[in-house]
């Protein structure tokens, strides 16, 4: 089943020139993990906020095309009826806390409130997502009390709370530590497990191999590719747009190995010692 | 050139950050890892003297840091903080460069001079008018790291220079860091990054809970999986692939190792 | 978790009362003195607040308030006792000064009144948590949004202090002094005013946008996590105010 629909989609931002998306169109199935690459300003947040409505809801802004998530007619709707079906998470998980509430558990009932859940199943829902990501253990802690990691998954459990299938996070794990990171890696990869779709912009392109089912490729707001990870990290060209191959890959490339029995070089650390490992001598 | 002697700092008193640290820094690019909260950025505003010690000793060079102002520090040590947001106020690329220099009591025209360079160092020479809120993030960055060096310090500290790069400013941070390492600066930074530690730092220094773990050559540093496990620091990508491939030796680039698997090849 | 909230967490049956109550109380406070301008009822009433006060645990909190309000109240005596319009009674004269009698009684009255208000005031701010105050409204139909904004203002500029510190932090690296005569003080003020208000402008930009997609603006009625607080004789007490109130306004009428 097609989550995500975007045909020709054009925007650009209030007060500029130049378009910060021009003409994306494809298509993404329920359950995949998808990433997004490229460089600084290459369209990456613009194009996650359009999944959600924020654009152009939040910024207005000259808008064209169509994007349809889970049935959904973004331009026709509301930014509190989208966030049923679609939810996102920011780079900097400390603004993600409202700040009027005192405890992690009210802190992720702040959006169920919002949309009128019962209390039973406000209750409910909120020991579930506790579990999920790992951060029972603090339920009544106060938000800014958590470590960045521990905040970041506080944030993500608020999302996940208002149930929505597909979740959208814009490099999520770029202001924590390595450990907080893998947390947070781990707990969406978990969500992904159980069939939400799940669109990520990262710049740690390990990361992105080893998670992702495909990859998109941007550059000044157009796709340059959509494809399997080790299509992508493949590309001779992947430099001049502003992104660089996982290590493995690199090397691999050095040494001119490919995966067996096709054009492509491996991109995670198993790939890459299974390869390597079978020519050891 | 930095000399720590039993060091020790809290915030408040029951918890303390460091008690007793001894350190000393000579001029190899240093890096300093370790998990959130494990004292990285504390020690940094220490140095800087932006923090007082509560009891031993900072010298650097014949400055003692409990003695002598933030601001008076700022002719010998330099700190780029990680959010350049935090610093920027002139409306003008060059004005907000000069103001370190100036602010330390530089002439004018040296100021300017040392502006000029230091622009041209990070590629931001053809934006001396710019209204630097219209620069992207990884720009400002870059114009941060301008401020400092104008200011010609001996000891320029990095806080996560690498966050919010991506591979074209990594790459220009990397040239910053090896121009700054040839005119004989110490560069030190704080940095999750390990692949970027890896490829860029003579030494490397493991910090946790307050306490310096590992020491030493970068190369020594990351073969010490366990204690590295213990601090909560990944070793870089391309030293796991060496080890899960069972290499005796830890790789930190990956020429060394695309070298050194074709001469196991042979 | 630092606060700028002046709550003090006590046990007191002043701290079990419903917030909307004490809103009643500081109404009585403003309104009896005014509807029966008798010095004795301003007495009273002061008398009442700091009972009330006292009952709390929390009356020393109040002095810091108090000493600024005495303060300005000290000035308004001396200037009404010694020139207001109308002062015939020689009280006392201190050298080329003389204090009238009508004057200071006036000052008096009026200073009362402020002592008053402002301890109803204390009673609500120091015994009531800003979330159950704000909690209490938006159940009784204030607007969500307003009431986010009050909840989040006690804790989002604690916040921005820290925030206010790291760039002091920032450009204190870069040479500038902070420290010393008011000159440098005032000339360190700009470099720090651009990247607070900036940094503050990101933030609301990004927290806005976070909020949004928690549907913050959702048209659905809203629901609570927590059952609302129960507390004790609340309507008797509302009621019981009014009354008060309704007998004050009689008595004036009538006499």
């Known amino acids: 089943m097609k989550k995500i629909i975007v045909e020709n989609l054009k925007y650009k931002y209030p007060l500029t020139e130049s378009l910060a998306l021009d003409n994306l169109s494809f298509e993404v199935e329920q359950g995949e993990f998808i990433g997004i690459i490229g460089a600084n300003a290459s369209g990456k947040s613009t194009l996650c906020q359009s999944i959600v409505g924020l654009v152009p809801h939040f910024y207005k802004g000259a808008y064209g095309g169509t994007v349809i998530v889970d049935g959904l007619k973004v331009m026709d709707h509301a930014v509190s009826d989208i966030a049923l079906k679609v939810g996102i998470v920011f780079q900097n998980p400390f603004n993600q806390v409202t700040g009027s509430k005192l405890t992690v558990l009210e802190e992720i009932a702040f959006g169920l409130e919002n949309i009128g859940v019962p209390q039973t199943e406000m209750l409910e829902r909120i020991e579930t997502v506790l579990e999920l990501l790992n951060i029972a253990p603090y339920r009544e802690r106060h938000p800014f009390d958590l470590s960045g990691g521990q905040m970041q998954r506080m944030a993500i459990a608020s999302i996940i709370a208002m149930k929505p299938n597909i979740i959208v996070l814009d490099e999520p794990t770029s202001q924590l530590d390595p450990e907080g990171a893998e947390e947070v890696f781990q707990a969406i990869h978990r969500l992904s497990e159980q069939g939400i779709t799940v669109i990520m912009v990262e710049h740690k ?77 | ?219 020594k540093v990351f073969a010490e999986r366990e204690i590295l496990k213990h601090a909560h620091v990944e070793d870089p990508s391309i030293t796991q692939l060496g080890k899960v491939l069972g290499f005796q030796e830890t790789f930190l680039t990956v020429e060394e190792f695309v070298q050194r698997w074709k001469q196991s090849q042979r | ?131 159950d105050l704000v909690d209490s409204l938006v159940r009784k139909g204030m607007s969500p949004r307003i009431g986010y904004v009050i909840s989040s203002v006690f804790q989002i500029i604690p916040e921005m202090m820290a925030a206010m510190e790291t760039i002091t932090d920032a450009q204190r690296a870069r040479g500038m002094e902070t420290e010393g005569n008011l000159r440098v003080r005032i000339r360190a003020f700009f470099p720090l005013l651009g990247p607070v208000v900036l940094g503050s402008l990101i933030n609301t930009k990004e927290r806005a946008m976070a909020l949004e997609v928690r549907g913050f603006n959702a048209k659905s009625p809203k629901t609570y996590l927590l059952d609302q607080k129960q507390y004790r004789f609340s309507t008797v007490i509302q009621w019981g105010i009014l009354f008060v109130i309704g007998c004050a306004i009689v008595w004036r009428l009538a006499s």
Do not use: W
Request: aromatic share 8%; proline share 4%; net charge neutral.
């Open chain 2, 1 to 219: 050139m930095i000399k720590i002697s039993n060091l020790s700092y809290a915030y408040t008193k029951n918890t303390p950050i460091f008690s007793e640290i001894n350190l000393e820094f000579d001029r190899r690019s240093t890096a300093i890892i370790g998990q959130n909260g494990a004292g990285k950025t504390t020690l940094a505003k220490l140095l800087k003297g932006l923090l007082k010690p509560f009891d031993g000793e900072i010298m650097i060079g014949q400055y003692n840091v409990k003695t002598v102002s933030a601001a008076e520090l700022s002719k010998v040590i330099g700190l780029v903080f990680q959010n350049p947001n935090d610093q920027i106020f002139k409306s003008k690329v060059l004005d907000e460069v000069m103001f370190g220099p100036l602010a330390i009591k530089m002439s004018e025209s040296a100021a300017k001079k040392n502006a000029l360079e230091a622009l041209e160092l990070v590629g931001l020479h053809e934006q001396l008018e710019t209204n630097p809120h219209d620069l992207s993030l990884s720009e400002k960055k870059l114009l941060c790291v301008a401020a400092v060096v104008a200011m010609d310090p001996e000891i320029i500290v990095f806080d996560e220079p690498t966050i919010g790069q991506d591979y074209a400013g990594k790459e220009k941070i990397r040239n910053i860091i090896q121009v700054l390492k040839k005119r004989n600066k110490l560069v030190m930074t704080i940095i999750h990054d390990m692949d970027f530690v890896a490829e860029n730092f003579e030494r490397t220094i493991v910090i946790n809970e307050g306490i310096v773990i590992l020491d030493g050559d970068t190369r």
């Open chain 3, 1 to 131: 978790m630092k606060s700028i909230s002046l709550y003090t967490d006590r046990k007191s049956v002043l701290h079990s009362l419903d917030p909307i109550n004490k809103l009643y109380y500081i109404a009585f406070a403003i309104f009896i003195p005014i509807i029966l301008p008798s010095i004795e009822i301003s007495l009273a009433c002061v008398a009442l607040s700091f009972t009330l006060l006292i009952s709390g645990k929390v009356f020393t909190k109040t002095m810091p308030a108090f000493g600024v309000v005495l303060f300005t109240l000290l000035t308004v005596i001396l200037i009404q006792g010694l020139f207001r319009p109308g002062n015939a009674t020689i009280l006392f004269q201190a050298g080329p000064f003389t204090m009238y009698r009508e004057g200071l009684l006036y000052a008096s009255i009026l200073s009362l009144r402020v002592i008053n208000i402002v301890s109803s005031f204390m009673i609500l701010v120091l015994t009531t948590s800003p979330s």
């Open chain 1, 205 to 281: 392109m390990e990361k992105i191999a080893h998670y992702c089912n495909r990859v998109m490729l941007l550059q000044k707001g157009k796709m340059i590719d959509f494809d399997t990870p080790e299509k992508i990290f493949s590309r001779d060209d992947l430099e001049t747009y502003g992104v660089t191959a996982p290590v493995y890959t690199r090397v691999c490339k050095a040494l001119d190995l490919k995966i067996p029995g096709t054009d492509y070089y491996p991109v995670t650390l198993e790939q890459a010692s299974r390869v390597l490992g079978g020519k050891i001598k």
